[in-house]
């Protein structure tokens, strides 16, 4: 692979559950991801951002193999990652680290620290028990966990949520990863910690050059960690730009919705969201035709909008959005 090619592509990805009624009925499929096409650069740092249920959390499951494709593919420094088998697998899985949204449920309650730190290095042949220790000190220094000797002999009910997700984060960089999908990293963290777990994230990223894709509800906690920001809306990507140009010029309706959602970060740097106006996001079981955003869209037409799928405009330089109003017999 060339340095300039993709660390990570997803092509015309779809993962799609069935839903059965009674256990054999076939009643649908739930389209939580629905042909999404994106190319991760190395070192890039990129968020996912959309409401509860947009595809996301599928997204980011799919990109780590827990979910197969339905359709398309992800390839991983050129490798189909469906094709990857066995120690091929393994290797995948070591290069690609894992912080998920609840650091607790996360880690098993019945390990030390010690223990569970030292089980994936064991998974993937770290076997002299010294080069181990020596590699789980350094990992915990990383994620700023002092007082490590007390830190090791601790079982996840015995620590903080900040400090339980910090070893959640040490664990997925012990295998010396070069990509790290964050799934809500802070969502269930105490307002007071969020902003520390998220700057820690961000100096990680940028220290060891790592592609990072973080997934979040959160626009107003992207601007100073993402380098490119993919909007979701209903399984899809609707919008894509360079973080700044993305939060200044928003061009897509939903994602101006978003932003007129995020309250200002108040005074304890606690992060708050208001829901969307305009209702729920629609049912990923039956989406509704045309654009997806419509029945919620102030700004749709009729005709238009409930009838046609927009397709990807290119209204600025860079910047990418599925809407009709780029089209200019519509007008902008
Ligand atoms: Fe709104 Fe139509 Fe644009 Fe969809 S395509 S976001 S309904 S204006």
């Not at 559950?17 to 991760?40: C, H, I, M, P, T």
């Not at 990857?84 to 098993?108: C, E, T």
């Not at 830190?151 to 012990?174: D, E, N, T």
């Not at 910047?319 to 007008?331: A, K, P, Q």
């Amino acid at each position: 692979m060339t340095a300039g090619s993709p660390l990570l592509q997803a092509s015309n990805l779809h993962t799609w559950f069935e839903l059965r009624q009674w256990g054999f009925l076939r009643v649908g499929s739930v389209r939580a991801v629905d042909g999404v096409n994106f190319a991760l650069a190395r070192g890039e740092s990129v968020a996912f951002v959309g409401e509860s249920g947009c595809g996301k959390s599928s997204l980011a499951r799919t990109l780590l193999g827990l979910h197969r494709p339905t359709r398309g593919e992800v390839t991983f420094d050129g490798e189909e990652l469906s094709t990857l088998k066995g120690k091929a697998r393994q290797r995948y899985l070591a290069r690609v680290g894992y912080v998920q949204q609840d650091p607790f449920g996360a880690l098993p309650p019945f390990m030390d620290v010690r223990r569970l730190l030292n089980e994936p290095l064991i998974i993937h042949g770290v076997r002299d028990p010294a080069a181990r220790e020596e590699r789980i000190r350094r990992v915990l220094e990383e994620v700023r966990l002092t007082r490590v000797d007390e830190i090791l002999s601790k079982f996840p009910h015995m620590l903080s949520g900040g400090q339980q997700q910090r070893i959640v984060i040490a664990r997925a960089l012990l295998l010396e990863p070069a990509m790290i999908i964050a799934d809500e990293p802070v969502s269930m963290l105490d307002a007071s910690v969020r902003v520390e777990i998220l700057n820690l994230l961000r100096n990680i990223q940028r220290e060891r050059e790592l592609t990072l894709a973080f997934i979040t509800h959160d626009l107003s906690t992207v601007r100073h960690f993402a380098d490119r920001i993919f909007v979701m809306y209903a399984g899809r990507i609707v919008e894509q730009a360079p973080v700044d140009e993305l939060l200044d010029h928003p061009q897509h309706p939903y994602t101006q919705s978003l932003l007129a959602a995020i309250a200002d970060v108040d005074a304890d740097n606690a992060l708050e969201e208001r829901d969307v106006p305009g209702g729920e996001p629609p049912s990923l079981l039956n989406p509704p035709p045309g654009c997806r955003f419509h029945p919620r869209c102030p700004k749709a037409i009729a005709g238009t909008c409930d009838v046609r799928e927009p397709p990807r405009f290119a209204p600025r330089e860079g910047h990418y959005s599925d809407c009709w109003l780029h089209d200019e017999r519509h007008g902008s």
